[in-house]
């Protein structure tokens, strides 16, 4: 089958765009497109999603129709593709009327390989598409349509209609950043929930991941920039004036720093990046707003000065370092101090209950015992379970001990409880908890209430933490944040897989926040 595929795309793969192999996972999503099913492909941004949609329009007969949500992007890919003979088009509101025309009439006539449509134009096209022969439905930055995505669009709702409209065109969904919540919510949106899943692997090995308490932040970066004299990198922070002052305390130290923020004029800003890439200046102290299209593959650490909101941002930031391939260092620094602060700014969104999930996710990868890659990763829904040896806690593991038995009776529990219930109920059903709440949902009488009575609700819920870090039990943020198993605990729970649970240092838990008793 997939030779098959391979044998008719690499010739188009050659002539069109003058490559020779396909990249991971390219061929498998042609693959499921051009035998009309439904598809998920999950890659990183330079992974090669384009060609995804692109090579199977020039395969197919009639037009695919491609939804991306940036008038710039569209307008760069249009263009390169007709630079190699391909017949394309893009549409969007801001185009004087008669190239419109001119490109409806196209449409029309089936002139088109691919047209690109923003999705707040997508309704004028309805009648239009049931004339013509549409060979498949791209939706570019699918996270988009998903209220637990990190860049909601309204607009991206409309397409929830398609299928139902277009039954016998296959979707194909495309994205750089979903958490496994996210992609679940993304198939659901679009009623394409036969869709196959393509999960390009996330993993950077060569990025060193590390986490360090937060107190004498500024003593520590310097200390950090002292050992990597001239090398290139990002401190990312919470706030403008924090940029400035941070920037402005390393130039006291001696190095050369600059601040970048949504705050400066565009002027400032662009002469900010040119600095940075062309290496005039190594180290930008920056909000969020800094790092979106820069393309520059030696910056060799990302600083964190403070706690992300979400895995997704700090995945994305991190990712900036290292392009070349080279060793680089992600070093965050976590306070509780920032949980709060975070907070604080989460009460005032729209979506605030999922927000508060993320962020709780990102405080848990922050306190993580266990490898921190294989944290990440799975929170992607990428299954890693070896330990990478290029993680602080790999390099400094804590004692650990054999928490198998500990491990099956927590996902026993969670098994029982139908993967219906958040973490304060499994720990409180395992502790035997007597609460209306138990009782009124019956579980004094599931097998494993009270099965774990001697640890106490904190440290019972610290294990509980350990084992989401570990990718063996997951939450899914859609459904009150319920906890599920993965199939590493069905492994544990009927493989007889071992797992090792780090011993709790008691002093560090007493600055939590408060548990239940
Ligand atoms: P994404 O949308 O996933 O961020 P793009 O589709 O823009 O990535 O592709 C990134 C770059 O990789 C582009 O320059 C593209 O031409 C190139 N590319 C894609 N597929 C291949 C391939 N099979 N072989 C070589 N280069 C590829
Ligand atoms: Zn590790």
Redesign the pocket.
């Given at each position: 089958m997939t030779s098959t595929i391979q044998q008719e795309l690499l010739p188009l793969?050659k002539t069109h765009?003058g490559?020779?192999?396909?990249?991971p996972n390219?061929l498998e999503v042609m693959g499921d497109i051009l035998s009309k099913k439904n598809v998920m492909a999950i890659?990183?941004?330079?992974?090669?999603?384009?060609?995804?949609f692109?090579l199977p329009a020039l395969a197919n007969e009639g037009t695919a129709v491609v939804v991306s949500p940036l008038i710039a992007l569209m307008k760069d890919?249009v263009d390169?593709l007709r630079a190699n003979g391909v017949a394309a088009a893009y549409y969007n509101s801001s185009q004087p009327y008669e190239v419109q025309q001119e490109i409806l009439r196209s449409l029309r006539q089936g002139e088109l390989k691919l047209f690109y449509v923003a999705p707040e134009s997508l309704y004028q096209f309805d009648s239009v598409f049931k004339d013509i022969h549409i060979s498949l439905f791209a939706i570019?930055e699918a996270h988009c349509i998903s209220s637990w995505g990190h860049d909601f669009r309204p607009a991206y709702t409309q397409l929830g209609t398609l299928k139902e409209r277009f039954p016998n065109v296959p979707i194909m969904a495309?994205t750089?950043t979903a958490d496994k919540t996210t992609q679940d919510d993304i198939v659901d949106q679009l009623s394409i929930p036969d869709a196959d899943r393509h999960l390009a692997s996330f993993d950077r090995p060569n990025l060193f991941l590390e986490v360090r308490p937060a107190q004498n932040r500024i003593k520590k970066i310097v200390d950090f920039l002292a050992q990597r004299p001239g090398e290139s990198g990002i401190i990312y922070c919470l706030s403008r004036k924090n940029t400035e002052k941070i920037a402005e305390r390393l130039c006291d130290s001696g190095f050369q720093a600059k601040a970048y923020h949504a705050g400066m004029t565009s002027e400032e800003r662009s002469s900010v990046q040119e600095d940075f890439i062309t290496d005039r200046i190594p180290i930008i102290v920056a909000t969020i707003a800094f790092g979106m299209g820069i393309d520059k593959s030696n910056v060799r650490f990302v600083i964190h000065y403070n706690l992300p909101k979400n895995v997704e941002g700090y995945y994305q930031e991190i990712g900036r370092s290292g392009r070349d391939g080279l060793p680089a260092h992600a070093l965050l620094f976590y306070s509780y101090g920032d949980v709060t602060l975070l907070r604080r700014f989460i009460a005032d969104s729209d979506n605030a209950e999922v927000e508060y999930a993320k962020l709780e996710r990102m405080q848990q990868f922050a306190e993580a015992l266990s490898c921190r890659r294989i944290a990440l990763l799975n929170y992607f829904g990428e299954p890693i379970y070896e330990n990478c040896g290029n993680c602080d806690i790999c390099k400094r593991p804590p004692k650990y001990f054999d928490g198998t038995l500990l491990t099956q009776k927590i996902c026993s529990a969670v098994a029982r409880l139908k993967e219906n219930e958040a973490m304060g109920m499994v720990v409180d059903v395992l502790r035997g908890a007597q609460n209306a709440q138990v009782f009124d949902n019956g579980y004094q009488n599931v097998k494993t209430y009270g099965a774990v009575k001697e640890v106490s609700w904190l440290d019972l819920q610290q294990y509980v933490i350990q084992l989401l870090n570990q990718g063996i039990l997951e939450i899914n943020f859609r459904e009150g944040s319920r906890i599920a198993l993965t199939s590493s605990a069905k492994q544990v729970l009927f493989e007889g897989k071992q797992v090792r649970l780090a011993v709790l240092e008691k002093e560090k838990l007493k600055t939590k926040k408060e548990g239940k008793t």
């Open positions: 793969l765009f490559y020779d192999s396909f990249r390219q890659m990183p941004t330079g992974g090669g999603k384009s060609l995804c692109q890919q390169a570019d495309l750089a």
